[in-house]
């Protein structure tokens, strides 16, 4: 039923990955999100929790270049005092790697744009070489109880894309294992949500969004997007965990959102 919806998002939807390391921990945490890129211009729409990892990754490595070579060579004594003037521990996350997977030769001079109170955010770059020549359609309506729907993105981070330089104490890309497939499920439209500015800009779907999922489309069986895939909702009886249902921004406000950005899509 969804197969035609599937095929088409491969079209324009790619995997943004995310590699990052604790303070004394040679572990790499590896993660993942789907972005949409919209247009010939190959702007990017995905979370905001996504995006700003971008930002986040820059500052964090910056910073944290200055503290190694601080650290860098000092007594056990010295490296004590080090880790309390900058309060180092365990849950100190020192570097980040941040990749936009096959959308462009290359991308450079990035700029996000984050919505002023729902999870998505834009991605403006200049780029070289974009990949990418079909795009995105997105229904400028309400949904319904009850509607199916796919949804789909690069769930699990099943990838061994990054490794840690310890010599430059950075993590670096090594193309090692590169395998993003992606990764549908249906799902019915459950009930709608009002924002914190009693607009209805979200809905529930019966499905759990899976870990890097969420920035992904929610499609009807032509490949159109109804919404975004933002984050997951528990839900409770008796203060007992009964299941997970999936977070939808509706396409309505996502419209809304870029046309106010002057951003080009398809409708």
Not at 229 to 253: C, W
């Amino acid at each position: 039923m969804y197969k035609k919806a599937c095929k088409e998002a491969l079209n324009y939807i790619r995997p943004i990955i995310i590699g990052k390391k604790y303070y004394n921990n040679d572990t790499i945490i590896n993660d993942i999100g789907t972005i949409i890129v919209l247009n010939k211009n190959g702007d990017i729409l995905t979370t905001k929790e996504l995006a700003e990892n971008i930002y986040l990754s820059i500052d964090t490595n910056s910073v944290f270049k200055n503290i190694f070579l601080e650290l860098k060579n000092k007594k056990a004594k010295e490296i004590k005092k080090i880790e309390k003037k900058y309060n180092l521990d365990n849950n100190v996350i020192t570097n980040l790697q941040v990749q936009i997977v096959d959308v462009a030769e290359s991308i450079t001079n990035i700029e996000i744009i984050p919505h002023e109170y729902l999870n998505s955010a834009i991605i403006k770059s200049e780029n070289k070489g974009l990949f990418i020549n079909k795009f995105p359609i997105f229904i400028n309506k309400s949904v319904t109880q009850g509607q199916a729907f796919v949804a789909t993105g690069f769930a699990f981070p099943e990838y061994e894309n990054f490794a840690y330089n310890y010599e430059k104490n950075k993590i670096e890309t090594t193309y090692k294992r590169m395998n993003f497939p992606t990764y549908p499920i249906t799902g019915i439209v459950t009930r709608n949500l009002m924002d914190e500015h009693g607009n209805i800009s979200e809905f529930e779907i019966s499905s759990e969004i899976f870990v890097g999922m969420n920035g992904g489309p929610l499609l009807d069986k032509e490949g159109n997007i109804y919404g975004i895939l933002s984050s997951n909702k528990n839900i409770y009886v008796n203060n007992e965990l009964i299941k997970k249902a999936g977070i939808v921004i509706n396409s309505t406000d996502i419209i809304k959102f870029l046309e106010d950005n002057n951003i080009t899509y398809g409708e």
